[in-house]
Structures are given as structure tokens and as C-alpha cells.
């Protein structure tokens, strides 16, 4: 093509009139395929010489027969006016763009034809593959020798393209996309904090993909009703030395498990309680910086991770930095274990530290264990599983004397949730927590779940939720109807 | 764990011994370490591979393939694979990918040699043909991921893995190449075998719970005429329920194939009401210990079959 290509762009300008006419109402009625097959091979046959002269010469005769390429005018020879020469530039360039796309849409379709001719081993007649061309299957093994005669199912059409068509390759390379609906109706009555009637709040927009060879990239955007928020965005470096894994960017801070998790893979429509009153509130904590992670091996198949995390120390509702260099720090570390095939548990312990900025030098210090206890037998999977899991969280606030002085505020929550059915969870969560600035108050909760998935893309949820904070001396009953749906790209599932 | 009182001089010091390089030295592996998604693929890649290779499979034969769980111990495996080798078309798709992405070891990553896509040059069924939608359940858009149930497609498999560990342990090629031969051989001895005791019934309607068996079906020349589920990953509705009690009865069909990892009351009601028999079919090595290998898989599917049959014709 590009001999073609080259070729015509060497000739146009220099050409007499009539003979660039001819020369393209030759090509233009070449519709029958072994005519247009021709096309490339006297393309290249003549590029080599570079006489402009020959090509022309072998196909005026067809090209004044021909019907003229349309808006072209048969101008004899004449004085060209610098006007005409730009038109006929632009005309020639048009059907320069076009015969490729045909020449291009005509080589793919022989491709095939040879491929197909070459994967039909059962038809002993098959006539070799016209121009020599083999059917390679790129990084295909070898071929199913005695395969079953029909290769593809009859009736799946070719895949060839349309000429003139978008290239399908160009969305090769597009992240992977999902739509992550997510909405919430609440009843019942709540002084402290008051959830709208019905809401569509915190949806999901992911992309993701491959950065490159050492890198991929995920940014989850979420949509409330309020605004766009960029929950996560960030990019994994995957194929760094001694088992690291970095990643760089916003993400949600490895503290524990719960606080790892978007909103829609949690068991509950909402956060519990020592992640709101001690982790910054109903977002929890996500920070913008740099994390490291590495597996430590231990003996046996014991997993274990160590997780340190490096953030801006800002973070709305938990970190305020008065200096650009306080910064907030995480570690987490994680054990992993098979007890048996169905049964796993994970360990893990958390720390972090950062400036709380009520004052120049007053830091909160965190600390947490988490642990998630899964049964699931492999044989039922699909139908029943009971998961486990808890978290205690401390968070040790400094403040100045006349807010109290330094705060010590405990939180916890422990949740059952199991899988009755294929398609219904019923679930339980206990939980209770001081509060970050002022430890005295504990506010405490119990909530009963139960969720349905219509299929592995929706997911309708009912929480029946009495939560008692204890500042305002308020007790809360509330139902929360939850109906999530993911449209898009498939995700992995969440562990 | 350890209680939070001091868990940060704990991780400090951990960290401290982590990152001062107390890497765990990688022993120089006599082995090749094979990771595979299916206990089919390990089969035989344990028949290809003999002593050079260690292999271990993720999935067990007796779960469900579409869901398994991205459990840490496998990103343990990863890590110190040099072999992956999955069914592909999206069948691992829940759970393979952030396994891979936290293995930190590119040697297993997609477009490595070390990550083999065994469906390449299989045949491959149920490539749609029209535009696909959630609409029609989980569908699969790159077509039938149980492309391992026709020995033919076992048959590419064995050799795409005998060319993969030739190029990745070229000291091994000619082992590999004995093996597959040896694999070769006795695969179509056995291919003899089960065509002549599936010959009698060729053409016979059967109804499967999912829709795992289109190339056992093709090869052995089984018609499924319908599924227990009304669309892919959806389970069985009432209506659906009778629809396929109607389509039983009116087309004679004598056998429900069921994966053991499905629920069987909805095909034991169907047939109840129909008197076709349920056949627990095994989709993969290992779904009961007696299905040892590839071989046994077939062996074990066939004689369900073929005695299930006997007393109806």
C-alpha cells in the first residue's frame, strides 16, 4: 500500500491533466475482485522504476471508457490555473485515501479466504492458497490436525471489516469500563443523621486497564447526586524486584479491611460505626500518596503481607496538615491462611499517624486488628458460605486542653453475614464506637440485613438498622433499602 | 495477632526485616513450577511435564469454575510460578486478574510466555454471532469456556503445553516431546474406545443444567436440546422448569446431565415428572477422586452415560 501510496504522491503534481484522469478513472470502476486483486501487484511492479510515464500508459484505454470519478470534469489539456492544480490535488489525494481503504479491505478478505482455505484440511482438492499467502494463526500451536471439519460454527459471519468502517483495533487499548449504580431509600426517623428519602449516591465509574508492561491503572470516579469525586485513581507498578508491589495515586487507605472496600462490595448499605466516628466518616479514609506493599514469606502456605502507605496529611474528617510536610503514615500488616479447603482466616493489624491540625504539632494516632473468618465448601459454593469478620479500632487524638485534651476513643463492629441460597444472604452486625473528638460519647448500633441478587449484576438489599447516639440521647430506627446494579466491563469478584 | 499496645514497634521492626532484604533467596528451581486455573489442565501438563515439572491447579475439579475465590494462598502460588496456564475466553475473570496483578512476578502476567491461554487453537463453540447483552444472562463473548470436554480440544491443549514448556525448559524438549507422543497415542487408543461405546448412541436428545457441555456433545454426537437453567448463571425458574418438562416429554429426551456442584432438586423434580434420568456429569479431573486424569474424566462421564442408556433401549 504504501508503494501505492508513494507513488501517486510522486506523480500527482507533475502529471498532465488528462493523464491523472485517466489514471484514476482506470482504478475507479475496478470493482470485481480479481481486477481490484491486481491493483497492489502494478502498484508495486511500477514503484520501482519511479517512470511516470508507464503505469498510465498500460491503463488510459480502460480510464477514458470508464464513467469519471464524480464532480470530476474531463478537462483536456489546458493551462492549469494554481486553483484547478489544488483541486485536482485534493481530488486525487480523496481517491488515493479511498482505493487504500478498498485495496486494504480486499487484501484483508484474501487473508482470509487463504486462511480459511488452509484450516479446511479435511477437503483433500483444496486448491492452494492463490498468492502463497498461509494461514498464520499468530502464536497458534499446532493445528488440531484431526480436527472436526467445520472450524468456526456455520453461519458466524466473517469477521472482516467493512471498508470505510472505524477500525475495531482502535478500541483495543480503551480501559475496561463498568457503571456501578447505587441506590438508596430510607423510612424511618433519625435526628443525628438524616439520609434522604430515596437518593442515587456514591455510583461507580471505573476504568482500568494496562498501563504497560510494569504498570496498570484503575480510577474509580463516584457520582452522588451532589457532584463527581474522584474515590480512587491511581497506578500499580506491578513487576518491581523483591516481591513490591507499589502503588501511586488516591486510594482508599489500607486500615484495617472494611475501609479497603468501595461502598458496593461491603455486606451493608452503609459503613459501620467506628469507621464514621473514627476513620473520618461515611467515606472513611482515602489518602493520596504512595503505597508499598510486600509478601513476607512464611513457612507452610501461610500468606503474609506487610502493607506501608505514605499520604498528603490532609483527609477530610481525620487529617488536617498545618505544614505541607505532615503527612500521614499506614502500616498494615496481614496473615492469610487455608485452615481447611473451606475454611480461611485473615489476621491483620494496622497503624497509622498523622497531624490532626488542632494544633501546630497535634497528632492522631491510630491502631486496628481485623479479622475475617470465611467458610465455604467448595462442592455447595454456589449456594451457601458464612462469613465473619470484625474490627477493633483505637484512635488516640491529641487536643488542645480547652477541647477536652487528648482523646482515647475505642470502636468496634463484628458481622455474620450467611448465604442461605444461591441468590439470598441474610446478615447481622453488631457495633459500637466512641468518637474521635470527644471519647466520652459512645454511640452504639445492631442492624439485620438480608440481600438478593436477581443475577451476579444486581443486588437488592434491606437493612433494618436502630442506631443509639449517645450526645444527642437519640435512638434511631431506620430501614435502608439498597438496590445496586453494574453495567459494563465484568470485575473480579471481591474477597 | 499481637494486642494494639505496641503494634507499631512490631511493624516497624517487621518492616525493618522486610525491606533490609531478607528476601527469602530464590532457590535456583530444578523444577518448573506450573500454575493452572482447571485440574484438567494440570493433568496433563503433569503427563507432558513428568518429573521436571511440579504442577498445581487452583480450582478444584469439584467446583465451579466461574466462581472461585481470589484467596491470598493462590497469589503465593502465582508468585512463584513460572507456568500459568488458563481455559481463557473470560472464564477466570473473577477472580484470575487480581491474583496475577498481586503475584509480582511478570513472568505470569498476560502476553509473557510464561501466561499460556489454552483455548488458542481449540475449537471453540457458541461464538456468538450477534451482538451479546447481560440480558441473555452471563454470557460468555468469546464463546463456550468448557472446550476441554471434546478429547480433540484436550488433544491441542497437551500440545500447546508440550511447546510452552519446550520453549520456557528447552533442556526438557525432548522429554516433553516423548510425553506428548505417549500422550498422543494413548488418547487416541481411548478416543477409539469411547467413540465405539457412545456409537450406539449417537444423536440422542439430552438436557444439561448449564451450558458446559457443547463439545462433548459434538464429539460424541449428543444433541442438547435444552438447559435446566433458563439462561447462563441464572438458576432455574418454575416457568422454565416447565417448559423444559414439556420439551422433555415431547422429544423423548432420555438424560439431564448436572455438574456436582449444582443443585440437583430442580432436575430430580424434572425428572420425576418426566422419568429422564439425572446424570451427574463431571465437568473436570478431580470432581471425585476417582477421576485422576483427563482420561479417567472421560472414562467416568461415558460409563454414566452409557449406563444410564442401556436399560432404555
Not at chain 1, 485534493?90 to 484450516?119: D, S, V, W
Not at chain 1, 439520609?195 to 482500568?208: F, K, V
Not at chain 2, 526438557?172 to 478416543?191: S, V
Not at chain 2, 457443547?214 to 435444552?226: D, E, Q, S, Y
Amino acid at each position: 500500500m504504501r508503494s501505492f501510496a508513494a507513488m501517486s504522491a510522486r506523480l500527482g503534481p507533475f502529471l498532465p491533466t488528462a493523464l491523472v484522469l485517466g489514471f484514476c478513472g482506470a482504478l475507479a470502476p475496478a470493482t470485481a475482485t480479481a481486477v481490484e486483486l491486481q491493483a497492489p501487484e502494478a502498484a508495486a511492479a511500477t514503484d520501482a522504476p519511479a517512470q511516470p510515464p508507464a503505469p498510465p500508459a498500460a491503463t488510459t484505454g480502460a480510464g477514458t471508457a470508464a464513467p469519471a470519478p464524480p464532480g470530476s470534469a474531463a478537462a483536456p489539456a489546458q493551462p492549469a490555473s494554481p486553483e484547478d492544480i489544488a483541486a485536482l490535488r485534493r481530488q486525487i489525494e480523496t481517491l488515493r485515501q479511498e482505493y487504500e481503504q478498498r485495496l486494504n479491505a480486499l487484501e484483508q478478505r484474501l487473508e482470509q479466504l487463504a486462511a480459511g482455505a488452509a484450516a479446511a484440511p479435511s477437503s483433500p482438492a483444496a486448491a492452494p492458497a492463490p498468492t502463497g499467502v498461509e494461514a498464520t494463526a499468530a502464536g497458534a500451536p499446532p493445528s488440531p490436525v484431526e480436527a472436526p471439519a467445520v472450524p468456526a460454527p456455520a453461519g458466524a459471519p466473517a469477521e472482516a471489516s467493512i471498508p470505510g468502517a472505524p477500525s475495531q483495533t482502535s478500541n483495543y487499548f480503551n480501559p475496561s469500563v463498568s457503571v456501578i449504580g447505587n441506590f438508596l431509600g430510607v423510612a424511618g426517623q433519625n435526628h443525628v443523621v438524616s439520609l434522604p428519602a430515596a437518593e442515587l449516591r456514591e455510583s461507580e465509574l471505573a476504568l482500568q486497564a494496562i498501563v504497560d508492561p510494569y504498570a496498570r491503572a484503575d480510577f474509580f470516579l463516584s457520582f452522588g447526586e451532589q457532584g463527581v469525586a474522584v474515590e480512587e485513581g491511581f497506578v500499580t507498578f506491578t513487576s518491581l524486584p523483591a516481591q513490591l508491589l507499589a502503588k501511586v495515586g488516591r486510594m482508599r487507605v489500607a486500615f484495617g479491611t472494611i475501609n479497603t472496600l468501595h461502598l458496593h462490595v461491603l455486606p451493608w448499605p452503609d459503613e459501620p460505626l467506628p469507621l464514621v466516628n473514627l476513620l473520618g466518616g461515611e467515606d472513611g479514609w482515602i489518602g493520596t500518596g504512595v503505597s508499598i506493599a510486600r509478601l513476607l514469606p512464611l513457612p507452610g502456605d501461610t500468606f503474609s503481607e506487610l502493607t506501608a502507605q505514605v499520604f498528603r496529611g490532609d483527609s477530610p474528617g481525620l487529617f488536617s496538615a498545618p505544614r505541607r510536610g505532615d503527612l500521614a503514615y499506614n502500616g498494615h500488616y496481614r496473615v492469610f491462611r487455608d485452615l481447611t479447603e473451606a475454611l480461611n482466616l485473615t489476621v491483620g493489624a494496622s497503624y497509622a499517624y498523622g497531624p490532626n491540625g488542632t494544633s501546630l504539632d497535634a497528632k492522631t494516632r491510630l491502631e486496628g486488628i481485623d479479622v475475617t473468618l470465611r467458610y465455604k465448601p467448595l462442592v455447595t459454593a454456589l449456594y451457601h458460605s458464612l462469613v465473619v469478620r470484625g474490627e477493633v479500632m483505637r484512635s488516640d487524638r491529641q487536643q488542645p486542653r480547652a477541647s477536652g485534651g487528648e482523646q482515647r476513643a475505642l470502636g468496634w463492629f463484628a458481622a455474620a453475614d450467611y448465604q442461605l441460597a444461591r441468590r439470598w444472604f441474610v446478615g447481622g452486625r453488631l457495633e459500637a464506637s466512641d468518637r474521635a473528638t470527644d471519647a466520652r460519647h459512645t454511640d452504639t448500633g445492631r442492624a439485620l440485613i438480608l440481600t438478593f441478587w436477581p443475577s451476579e449484576f444486581s443486588q437488592l438489599r434491606a437493612e433494618l438498622r436502630r442506631r443509639h447516639y449517645s450526645v444527642e440521647e437519640q435512638e434511631a430506627t431506620e430501614v435502608l433499602l439498597q438496590l445496586q446494579f453494574a453495567i459494563g466491563a465484568h470485575g473480579a469478584h471481591p474477597f | 495477632m499481637t494486642a494494639p499496645h505496641h503494634p507499631f514497634r512490631l511493624l516497624a521492626a517487621t518492616c525493618l526485616a522486610a525491606f533490609a532484604g531478607l528476601a527469602a533467596p530464590m532457590t535456583a528451581a530444578a523444577k518448573m513450577h506450573v500454575v493452572t486455573s482447571l485440574q484438567d489442565f494440570a493433568s496433563i501438563t503433569a503427563a507432558i511435564g513428568g518429573d521436571r515439572v511440579d504442577v498445581v491447579a487452583l480450582a478444584k475439579g469439584y467446583q465451579d469454575p466461574h466462581y472461585v475465590d481470589a484467596k491470598p494462598s493462590f497469589v503465593l502460588q502465582l508468585s512463584r510460578a513460572n507456568l500459568l496456564e488458563v481455559a481463557g475466553l473470560e472464564l477466570e475473570l473473577g477472580y484470575l486478574p487480581p491474583l496475577i496483578d498481586q503475584s509480582r512476578n511478570d513472568a505470569v502476567h498476560p502476553g509473557s510466555p510464561g501466561y499460556l491461554d489454552l483455548s488458542i487453537g481449540c475449537d471453540i463453540l457458541q461464538r456468538p454471532t450477534q451482538v451479546v447483552t447481560r440480558a441473555m444472562g452471563d454470557v460468555h463473548p468469546y464463546g463456550n469456556p468448557h472446550y476441554w470436554t471434546d478429547p480433540e480440544n484436550g488433544r491441542v491443549i497437551a500440545r500447546s503445553i508440550a511447546a510452552r514448556l519446550s520453549e520456557l525448559d528447552p533442556t526438557g524438549a525432548a522429554t516433553y516431546a516423548k510425553n506428548l507422543a505417549a500422550f498422543e497415542a494413548r488418547l487416541t487408543a481411548k478416543e477409539k474406545e469411547w467413540d465405539a461405546k457412545m456409537a450406539p448412541y449417537a444423536g440422542t436428545r439430552v438436557v444439561t443444567f448449564h451450558e458446559s457441555w457443547p463439545n462433548f456433545a459434538k464429539h460424541f454426537k449428543l444433541a442438547i436440546v435444552g438447559t435446566v437453567e433458563p439462561k447462563p448463571g441464572i438458576p432455574p425458574t418454575p416457568s422454565h422448569t416447565l417448559e423444559i418438562i414439556n420439551l422433555i416429554l415431547a422429544q423423548k429426551v432420555p438424560g439431564i446431565l448436572v455438574e456436582p456442584y449444582f443443585d440437583h432438586k430442580t432436575p430430580n423434580y424434572i425428572a420425576q415428572k418426566t422419568g429422564a434420568k439425572v446424570l451427574l456429569f463431571y465437568p473436570s479431573v478431580g470432581g471425585i477422586p476417582a477421576i485422576t486424569d483427563y482420561f479417567a474424566l472421560f472414562d467416568t462421564n461415558i460409563d454414566t452415560f452409557v449406563d444410564a442408556m442401556k436399560g432404555r433401549r
